[in-house]
């Protein structure tokens, strides 16, 4: 269902080998020719060389595979021959070329259909593959988004849309039509992200509280807005929160806790009762310094991303280290992020990664997978 994804990667070309031989033979010339000198020929060649679409990297057995980068709708379907012809005839890029989003933030994937929340044109952008479309959702008063920051999907495709400013989570069906919300703002100091479960019958919203305050906390609701447990306050023990920033809910029925002030991830079932918790500060494999976002797959492996690595570590479901995707890298490549930020892992495995610095969300799939 993703085959529409491809043709993307050819409107943002990776060398080849050929090419960079090519490109190697050039700068020779040039050298001869009176040109750059041979520490700019090697420096040239080697970031070439640095380009990475295969995670991890030989000589280990590829897991993921760069796919494309989404970031208009020509991401996802053909130009068409008239479109093509403008084109050509004009020197300007179709209307379907122009980027949808100006800062890709929180993102969550579906039957097909990317969702990223932009705060910055307050509204959600729909990149829907199947119909080979983009469009906006949550446009429309009443049920105007202000400030969307994160956003969860449940087993019927439902979509949760948690407004900073609105004070509420707003939820849609899965091509953007209205259905109800929840909460009203007053409960939460600072919220900062949004979990539901499969079913739909709870409803996670991340407080993330105030600087001084002891006020760090999940509050869980059912559907109709009633308050059904909470799960902090502010502490280092296991079961307590420090400055939480994301949660998202397994397909077996596991609430994971992004405790970014503990540099950890706990987990809990989903009546809030304490499972266990991996992680801790520092630079090294495993550990976090600045975690921004997490999301988990089909067969329950978690995924954190981290702004200071600039990476995407994948986890077991208990807290092993399997893998990394990603690196720092100010030069716009695949697998180089400037400031990473949302994260969604969708049905198939594929995973999506948006780049504030860059502005850009990169796909990868799992090998294997078409």
């Known amino acids: 269902m993703h085959a529409l994804l491809r043709p993307q990667i050819l409107l943002h070309p990776i060398p080849t080998k050929r090419q960079i031989l090519a490109g190697a033979l050039s700068l020779i010339l040039s050298i001869t020719l009176g040109g750059c000198t041979a520490e700019k020929l090697a420096s040239a060649t080697e970031d070439e060389s640095t380009i990475q679409l295969e995670w991890p990297a030989p000589p280990d057995d590829p897991r993921f595979i760069y796919e494309t980068r989404l970031t208009s709708e020509a991401s996802i379907r053909k130009e068409t021959d008239d479109e093509r012809l403008k084109r050509t005839l004009t020197g300007r890029s179709a209307p379907t070329a122009e980027p949808v989003y100006r800062k890709p933030a929180a993102l969550a994937a579906r039957n097909g259909r990317v969702y990223v929340a932009d705060p910055a044109i307050n509204a959600i952008i729909v990149f829907d593959v199947p119909r080979a479309r983009a469009y906006k959702i949550g446009v429309r008063e009443p049920n105007h988004i202000l400030r969307p920051i994160s956003m969860a999907i449940d087993g019927q495709g439902d979509l949760y849309v948690l407004d900073s400013i609105l004070g509420k989570v707003m939820v849609y069906d899965a091509v953007g039509l209205f259905r109800y919300s929840v909460g009203n703002g007053k409960d939460w100091t600072r919220a900062a992200g949004v979990a539901v479960s499969k079913d739909g019958k709870k409803i996670f919203v991340v407080d993330r509280g105030s600087v001084e305050g002891d006020d760090h906390?999940?509050?869980?609701?059912?559907?109709?807005?009633?308050?059904?447990?909470?799960?902090?306050?502010?502490?280092?023990?296991?079961?307590?929160?420090?400055?939480?920033?994301?949660?998202?809910?397994?397909?077996?029925?596991?609430?994971?806790?992004?405790?970014?002030?503990?540099?950890?991830?706990?987990?809990?079932?989903?009546?809030?009762?304490?499972?266990?918790?991996?992680?801790?500060?520092?630079?090294?494999?495993?550990?976090?310094?600045?975690?921004?976002?997490?999301?988990?797959?089909?067969?329950?492996?978690?995924?954190?991303?981290?702004?200071?690595?600039?990476?995407?570590?994948?986890?077991?479901?208990?807290?092993?280290?399997?893998?990394?995707?990603?690196?720092?890298?100010?030069?716009?490549?695949?697998?180089?992020?400037?400031?990473?930020?949302?994260?969604?892992?969708?049905?198939?495995?594929?995973?999506?990664?948006?780049?504030?610095?860059?502005?850009?969300?990169?796909?990868?799939?799992?090998?294997?997978?078409k």
């Open 217 to 369: 906390k999940i509050i869980a609701y059912a559907p109709d807005g009633a308050e059904l447990f909470r799960i902090g306050p502010r502490g280092r023990a296991p079961g307590k929160l420090n400055m939480p920033l994301a949660a998202t809910v397994t397909p077996s029925g596991t609430l994971l806790v992004l405790d970014s002030g503990n540099f950890r991830i706990q987990a809990f079932d989903l009546d809030g009762n304490y499972k266990l918790h991996f992680g801790s500060v520092g630079n090294g494999l495993g550990q976090f310094s600045r975690p921004r976002s997490i999301a988990t797959d089909h067969e329950g492996r978690i995924y954190v991303s981290d702004a200071s690595f600039n990476n995407v570590q994948l986890f077991s479901p208990t807290g092993d280290l399997l893998m990394w995707i990603g690196a720092s890298g100010l030069r716009d490549q695949p697998g180089q992020f400037g400031l990473i930020a949302g994260i969604a892992a969708d049905e198939t495995g594929r995973l999506y990664i948006s780049d504030h610095y860059h502005r850009k969300i990169e796909v990868y799939r799992p090998t294997g997978t």
